[in-house]
């Protein structure tokens, strides 16, 4: 760039301008004195001084131009040039931070100066339950007074806040996040689900709660006994069989309780870590099976396993899996009456998908519940394993809550079988881990079978 150029045109001009124009001052100023002097109206001497006069103002006008700097006449004729431009204009800052709100995946809103909607997301929409009207007032659509309270306040002072209200739905609960928005007085809010994190603290208090109750209870029979013992009965050696009796019972039940409670928390713990281990399904059933028969004899109750000749391979913790088997095979032993009879079967189905219609539609009339939805994909084969008995069967208003902790049948038959209510919570967990999925279907008076099924594998190569 050569130095015309660095100086830009305008600059250029402007010193060739006041040159010319000094040059012009300087004539028009000599002979307008000395026409003043050739017709006698000033002296030579004001002749002189005026002349001075004349050429220092041109020539102070001429040297004026070159404090003008090349930079700054370059400034001035950029800006000259570019208020010459049309400019374009910046669109209107709701049109800009739209698409930005509304690809958010969190609802999300943006309230004007004077509380009316100025952008919303669906997702934000839906919570408020607003329309699509822009002219919307929302305080009028927050029904939460501490909400609206807080919202008010952060458009005042534009001090961020946080808030947690309940949504429309039941046990929905959100956390508004309230900040002051691209305007003065606006108010940008974020919303953040907070449900599954309430609910989950709300599960884990109930645990506790039941589990300490469940604890309490043979605990305080048993302190009962020891007092009566000490007390009143201290020398009645004739009922203290009795006592001790019911106070073995208590204590095999809170064995049970803690067995069950540190099984639950153990499976829980390792519930997101896959099991890795190939096993053969086919001879862990049938080994759980067998393993209760002495427990079935002492109820007159009969086993059958449907045995099956192929061997059907899992990836899976075998120690869970005989679990399975034996809370599901203990409990139709345990509701079944004298001479009834349980049956254990096998099977194979093409997807994982097919598997329910396979394993848990046998009974005619009966009620079902999908205890558990399988995570693994619908489309590999899968293996199953039933266990159906001929028990007085569970009233189909129940079968949904089975699985859940602490929830038993059998309290409203007037707890006459012991129980914890964890066995078909521990069932369910187990087969989460192994992607597997569970089922119930029972009729009264008929019976129940519960099933389930989880991926089934290639079988190992023979050795
Ligand atoms: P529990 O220790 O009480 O047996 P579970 O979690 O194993 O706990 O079972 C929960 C409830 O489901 C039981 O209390 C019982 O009422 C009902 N139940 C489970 N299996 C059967 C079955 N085979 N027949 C009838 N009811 C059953």
């Known amino acids: 760039m050569n130095e015309a150029e660095r100086r830009g045109p305008h600059a250029g001009e402007t010193h060739a301008t006041r040159r010319r124009d000094f040059g012009i001052l300087t004539f028009g100023a000599i002979m307008v004195l000395a026409l003043l002097a050739a017709t006698s109206t000033v002296g030579i001497l004001e002749w002189l001084m005026g002349s001075l006069v004349m050429i220092s103002g041109a020539l102070a006008y001429y040297v004026g131009s070159q404090t003008i700097t090349p930079a700054a006449a370059a400034a001035a004729a950029a800006e000259a040039e570019a208020a010459a431009e049309p400019r374009p204009q910046a669109p209107p800052l709701e049109t800009s931070l739209n698409p930005l709100i509304q690809s958010l995946p969190f609802p999300a809103l943006i309230v004007n100066p004077d509380q009316r909607l100025s ?83 709300q599960a884990r208090a ?38 001790l009796e019911i106070m073995y019972q208590q204590s095999e039940r809170m064995k049970r309780l803690v067995t069950d409670l540190l099984s639950l928390s153990r499976i829980e713990f390792s519930e997101y870590r896959s099991p890795s281990t190939r096993i053969d399904l086919t001879v862990l059933t049938s080994s759980a099976g067998l393993s209760l028969q002495p427990i079935a004899a002492e109820s007159q109750v009969r086993i059958f396993l449907n045995e099956t000749d192929t061997s059907y391979s899992v990836i899976a913790d075998a120690y869970e899996m005989q679990q399975v088997v034996q809370n599901l095979a203990g409990n139709a032993i345990k509701y079944s009456s004298p001479g009834g009879t349980i049956t254990i079967s096998m099977g194979q189905s093409r997807t994982m998908a097919e598997a329910p219609a396979a394993c848990g539609r046998q009974i005619d009339g009966a009620f079902r519940a999908t205890l558990l939805a399988p995570r693994a994909s619908a489309e590999v084969p899968a293996v199953w ?79």
């Not at 129980?419 to 009729?443: C, D, N, P, Q, Y």
């Open 119 to 201: 952008i919303a997301n669906e997702m934000a929409m839906e919570v408020f339950r607003l329309n699509r009207d822009s002219g919307l007032l929302v305080t009028a659509a927050i029904r939460q007074p501490d909400l609206l309270a807080a919202f008010i306040r952060v458009a005042k002072t534009g001090a961020g806040e946080q808030l947690e209200f309940s949504g429309h739905s039941e046990g929905q609960s959100w956390m508004a996040h309230m900040h002051q928005g691209p305007r003065a007085g606006s108010v940008l809010v974020i919303l953040e689900d907070t449900t599954a994190v309430r609910r989950a603290e």
């Open 206 to 243: 109930d645990f506790l709660a039941n589990a300490s109750h469940e604890l309490r209870t043979p605990l305080t029979a048993i302190a009962g006994f020891i007092e009566t013992m000490r007390g009143p009965a201290r020398n009645d050696k004739a009922a203290w069989d009795g006592f």
């Open 385 to 463: 394993i039933r266990v159906e008995d001929h028990g007085d069967g569970i009233a189909a208003r129940h079968l949904p809550r089975l699985g859940e902790r602490f929830y038993r049948v059998d309290e409203s038959r007037g707890g006459r079988i012991e129980g914890t209510g964890l066995g078909l919570a521990i069932v369910k967990h187990i087969m989460a881990r192994h992607r597997g999925g569970f089922m119930v279907e029972s009729l009264e008076q008929t019976g129940t079978a519960f099933a389930v099924w989880m991926p089934l594998i290639p079988p190992a190569p023979a050795e």
